[in-house]
């Protein structure tokens, strides 16, 4: 199977080092020869039709910045070229989300489905504006579409409720989406240290970004329960669509007061029947969806199932790429035989 | 108890039999103090409705109040009565049967609750349920201050509690942090 990297960065080389690190073991359990055919980032391109050195690609890109500079195979070459004219199977969209436009990860999907392409992605953007335009261009170029890493990072969530929860009605889901937020409110509660003093420490930690407002206002996690809503709810749904409220009011003293009470306070991200909504909310302490640090949670409500409740990690390059990776061997599993 | 004829329990769709007579389960919240529950339970006895059992919940949160379980014969027409002479009485019939009745909400609100006429706030949601438990903290007069209540409410009237919320939380800018 051959596959386009698109961006390069965190998760880009997360999964060039997972398929490098997996290389034996997805060839003896599941027969699948992956071959990286080209990577593009903001410089250009690498491309072999018959796979690149990851090594090579790795090492060119921490030492000039530029996967360009790749030794006789790096091109100035456009992203959208290189999607059009390169013989793959499938594209790996790790460009950075933009939850306004949703470009240039759009245009990167819809030109590899045009060209016979599957798509998988972490990428929010797209997803959380254009997800039924994007279904119907899978469906119209019969192509497979695969965003497990884009809700919750590692923690299996879409392809739980798809597949192994199958059969289900998936009524109601709800949790926590964003590590950022669950981290600040932890320490706050632990530490009873205001909420400006844990977002500067999250921001020199590196756990916080730069710029947090995405998280922060809890439009990141919007956007997470929009893709959940219309991906496994059915639902026709968009970022505007979602009440919105931050975390930025809380003080240590609310969760003090939540704790006289027997709750703590979690950003929570929710949508059933008729809500659709991203706001603090109160967690009972021995709620399973009390989960600490930086972790993210979902508790999904089936008719037959009843509740179904999953931990893991929200972000990280490694644990990210390990749902890119189970999104690119079920895609070889789909279509090996066609 | 009524008569002599054998004991016969039945457990069907979740409606209890004795003596083939329908017995009907109150779970009520009861204030912690002494002579509380006689105070409940003396009504529904002059009523001529027996009461088979009571049981306490302990497992249930209590946050000073507590649950309990009153097991009565079916008083028929009469159980209106029943309801409504008890929550005369202020006090809380939480479920009848397995239908829940009302439940206990918690809610934290940050802001400036006292400044922003905090008894208005409390008479604005009583008109969907009853606040009791109210708990402030001013860390400074010029910072947002919090609050904690609990609010018992008929489940059938949630939404609209979360309207007015939602109304009063965009007049006074205050934050209502919900357990639901
Ligand atoms: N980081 C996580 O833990 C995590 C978890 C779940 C999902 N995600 C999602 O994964 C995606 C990638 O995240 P990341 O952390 O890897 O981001 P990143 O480190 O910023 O990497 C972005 C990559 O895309 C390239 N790029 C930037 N702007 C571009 C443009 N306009 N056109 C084409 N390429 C462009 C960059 O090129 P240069 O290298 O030349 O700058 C870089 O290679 C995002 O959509 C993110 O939301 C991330």
Redesign the pocket.
């Known amino acids: 199977m051959k596959v386009i990297l ?9 999964v060039v080092k997972v398929i490098d690190k997996k290389k034996n073991h997805l060839k003896s359990k599941y027969g699948l020869d992956l071959k990286i055919v080209a990577i ?4 250009g391109a690498a491309i072999d039709e018959n796979g690149l050195d990851l090594k090579t690609a790795l090492k060119v ?1 921490e030492e000039t ?3 360009s500079n790749y030794p006789e195979k790096g091109k100035n070459m456009s ?1 959208v070229d290189v999607i059009k004219t390169v013989d793959a199977d499938a594209i790996v ?5 933009n939850i306004e436009t949703g ?3 759009k245009t ?1 999907m819809i030109e590899a489905f045009k060209n016979g392409k599957h798509v998988i ?5 797209p997803l959380a504006l254009y997800f039924n335009e994007l279904t119907s261009y899978a469906e119209k170029y019969n192509k497979i579409f695969r965003y497990e ?2 809700v919750g ?1 590692a923690m299996p969530i879409i392809n739980l409720a798809k597949e192994t929860l199958a059969g289900n009605e998936i009524t109601e889901i709800k949790g926590i989406l964003n590590g950022t937020t669950n981290y600040i409110l932890t320490k706050m509660e632990k530490e009873k240290l205001d909420f400006d003093t844990v977002l500067k420490e999250a921001q020199e930690l590196g756990i916080a970004e730069t710029n947090p407002h995405q998280d922060i206002s809890g439009l990141d996690t919007a956007a997470k329960i929009v893709i959940l809503a219309n991906s496994i709810m059915n639902k026709n749904v968009s970022i505007k669509d979602v009440k919105l409220e931050g975390i930025t009011r809380i003080t240590p003293e609310a969760l003090t007061m939540a704790n006289k009470s027997g709750y703590t306070i979690k950003l929570i991200g929710e949508v059933s029947e008729n809500k659709l909504e991203v706001g603090p909310k109160l967690i009972p302490i021995d709620d399973p969806m009390n989960v600490k640090g930086s972790l993210n949670v979902a508790m999904l409500n089936t008719d037959l199932a009843k509740e179904v409740v999953v931990v893991g990690r ?4 490694i ?2 790429s390990s749902a890119i990776l189970s999104d690119i061997i079920s895609v070889y599993l789909r279509t090996k035989n066609e | 108890m009524k008569n002599n004829k054998k004991q016969k329990y039945n457990n069907f769709n979740k409606t209890l039999y004795y003596y083939g007579e329908n017995m009907i389960t109150l779970d009520l919240e009861l204030k912690d103090i002494p002579g509380e529950l006689i105070r409940a339970l003396t009504p529904i006895s002059n009523m001529g409705v027996n009461i088979f059992s009571v049981i306490h919940l302990r497992e249930k949160k209590t946050d000073g109040r507590v649950p309990v379980r009153v097991v009565i014969s079916d008083a028929g027409n009469r159980l209106n009565e029943v309801i409504n002479k008890l929550e005369e009485m202020d006090i809380i019939i939480t479920k009848v049967n397995e239908t829940t009745r009302k439940t206990d909400i918690d809610i934290v609100v940050v802001g400036h609750v006292v400044d922003t006429d905090v008894r208005d706030t409390i008479d604005r949601l009583n008109k969907y349920g009853l606040v009791v438990d109210l708990d402030l903290s001013m860390p400074d007069p010029f910072k947002e201050s919090s609050a904690r209540m609990k609010v018992i409410i008929e489940t059938d009237k949630l939404d609209d509690l979360c309207k007015e919320l939602d109304k009063i939380s965009e007049e006074k800018n205050l934050l209502f942090i919900k357990s639901f």
């Open positions: 698109v961006g390069f960065g965190v998760i880009g080389k997360g593009c980032d903001r410089s890109k910045g530029k996967i992203i969209e790790a460009t950075p989300t470009e240039p990860a990167h992605t972490a990428n929010k953007g890493a884009s990072g929200g972000a990280g390059d644990e990210t």
